[in-house]
């Protein structure tokens, strides 16, 4: 058998031999400025991977988070209405089965109230804010405050677009009457983070009748509700603002709550809700609209209005319960990934459309990746870094030439990249030929980094060990602010800091697809420097 080395090193002989014949890829790279120095651009998406980043948002629900309370059923057990089905459901409770939307909003606002404080309960979430909307979604919210109000929470409302109606101007009086604080719109959004003033925020801004996109103000107070502003846990009503009542975060724009309190029977966008608690609520479902609609639903235990049905229902600073049971299901309708639909342009090509739409999912740093190198002997070494820029060429990071990684790919040019893009079900692997990025590249980059960077490069000796332990490091980093901080010195380049470029062999397309029966579509080429590339897909 041939030994690990002497395979990588006859493949980079032959690689090289053929990188030798056609230096085109590197004429490519001078005509255009390179990515990292353009900085990575946002650019309109292919049709069809707009579809597939739906199609995967819509089948990320983990068998895992259903299995996590001993009485709750399986999430494919449960009906999911479309927008249709709740309408006319509706318009049935409240015609020939004798309910008025009255009695429906206070049931539907009781058992939000009572399931928000089963998992945000006063003593920790003593400060909750509800935001209404202009209809019948925003009145469970108006009933709820005022149920919260009387199990002893601190409740504020937002109420921007308040409704003329008895039923509305009476549910205001109750809670002013209550001293309940209405904040407008405005107020809510000069008053800084939501995760300083309140404890927990309840979503009921719109409900399965809305469609289009959210208008001011609610955009903006959605956005203060979004991830990435760091919120309290929000709770949302029926469905998250923002999203489509049967596809879900089609746009992207919605809401991530933490908990979601599906009202009468859960909605088809319920599926894709991938937060700690999901809780049914709306005890009044008479037999004969569950006959007629065929709704398996969950018992309410006891005398309770709620009923847990999902959610991973850990906090996540508790970690699994059970390592073994952390298992999502990937895939779903519109997620395949076939030969005819990958860029005539090749797979450089093709990963820029992966790249951009991975750019848009919201992930912090689509950008990270797996970077695995070896010892001459072939002992590997992985760790993330952080793609600063590719193009026709290849795919470029920045790094400590004296590292281990720096020393691994010295001695034995070989790597491999991986990716991973949660929200999309998706892998990018990549292996190929390591070399170092021409100087003036590295240079460009260097100067484009903020100079507390650039100090830092010269601060840390990557991957030796602190004899001294951090204040070695410190030390360190004092004495080079000291020697920079006149800021007309420019902060030199460092000779053993600069970028590495893999040049890619082969280039797989991975997407995740149900019961483990994934698609891999992988290019191939002989050398970095073929323009042929071979595709061929692999077994999952
Ligand atoms: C998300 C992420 C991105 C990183 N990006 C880089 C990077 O671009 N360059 C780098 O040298 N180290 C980066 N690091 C740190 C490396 O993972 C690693 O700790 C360091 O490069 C030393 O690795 P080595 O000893 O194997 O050479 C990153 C770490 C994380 C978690």
């Known amino acids: 058998m041939q ?13 090289l031999r053929g990188s030798a014949r056609v230096p085109w890829a590197r004429v490519l790279w001078r005509a255009t400025p390179p990515a990292c120095a353009r900085g990575l651009q946002a650019a309109p998406l292919p049709a069809r991977h707009v579809a597939a980043a739906a199609a995967a948002a819509a089948n990320s629900t983990t068998q895992q988070q259903a299995r996590s309370a001993s009485y709750m059923p399986f999430m494919e057990d449960i009906t999911y209405l479309t927008q249709e089905q709740a309408q006319s459901l509706d318009a049935e409770l409240m015609g020939p089965l004798g309910f008025s939307v009255d009695q429906l909003m206070e049931l539907a606002g009781l058992s939000v109230a009572c399931a928000a404080a089963t998992e945000y309960p006063t003593s920790t979430h003593p400060r909750v804010l509800v935001v209404a909307g202009p209809g019948n979604n925003g009145g469970d919210g108006l009933v709820a405050a005022r149920h919260l109000h009387h199990f002893g929470y601190s409740v504020s409302i937002c109420y921007p677009k308040p409704t003329d109606k008895p039923l509305y101007t009476g ?18 959004q000069a008053g800084g983070p939501l995760s300083s003033r309140f404890d927990a925020a309840l979503d009921a801004m719109f409900g399965f009748s809305f469609k289009g996109a959210p208008r001011p103000p609610f955009d903006g107070i959605i956005e203060m509700m979004k991830p990435g502003a760091q919120p309290p846990p929000v709770v949302a009503v029926d469905i998250p603002s923002g999203w489509d009542v049967e596809h879900g975060d089609t746009s992207g724009a919605g809401l991530r ?10 909605k088809l966008c319920a599926r894709q809700f991938a937060g700690q608690h999901h809780y049914l609520g709306g005890r009044f479902v008479p037999p004969q609209i569950r006959d007629k609609y065929q709704l398996r639903l969950p018992a309410y235990p006891g005398v309770s209005q709620c009923v847990r049905i999902g959610g991973s229902g850990r906090s996540p600073a508790a970690g699994p319960a059970n390592v073994a049971d952390l298992r999502v299901s990937y895939g779903g309708a519109g ?28 992930l912090a740093e689509p ?13 590997p070494s ?54 170092k990025l021409p100087d003036e590249e590295s240079d460009a980059y260097f100067y484009s980094r903020p100079r507390g960077h650039q100090i830092g490069s010269l601060v840390s000796m990557q991957s030796t060990p602190l004899r001294r332990g951090r204040a070695e490091l410190e030390e360190r980093a004092a004495r080079l602010e000291a020697q920079y901080a ?55």
Not at 3 to 15: I, P
Not at 423 to 428: C, G, I, K, Y
Request: hydrophobic share 40%; glycine share 6%.
């Open 257 to 266: 709550p933490d908990m979601l309190v599906s009202l009468t029977a859960p």
């Open 486 to 540: 006149d800021e007309s010195i420019p902060v030199p380049r460092p000779p053993h800091w600069g970028g590495f470029l893999l040049r890619p062999l082969c280039i797989e397309f991975w997407q995740g697809r149900p019961s483990r029966l994934h698609d891999r579509l992988r290019y191939v080429r002989p050398s970095v420097d073929a323009q042929e590339w071979r595709l061929e897909r692999l077994s999952p």
């Open 171 to 188: 549910l205001i009086t109750q809670c002013r009457s209550l001293g309940i604080p209405f904040l407008s719109a405005e107020e809510l």
């Open 335 to 362: 997620q395949s990934l076939d030969e005819a639909d990958m860029s005539e342009a090749g797979p450089l090509a093709e990963f820029d459309a992966w790249f951009k739409l991975a750019a848009s999912s919201g």
């Open 382 to 435: 992985a760790r993330y870094v952080l793609l600063k820029g590719y193009d026709e060429r290849g795919f470029v990071w920045f790094t400590n030439f004296d590292s281990t990684k720096g020393k691994q790919l010295e001695e034995n040019p070989f790597a491999s990249l991986a990716f991973w893009w949660e929200p999309l079900q998706r892998q990018v692997r990549i292996e190929g030929i390591v070399e």
């Open 367 to 379: 950008n990270a990746m797996c970077l695995a190198t070896a010892s001459p002997s072939g002992a």
């Open 3 to 15: 030994s690990f080395s002497a395979l990588s090193k006859a493949l980079y002989q032959q690689a």
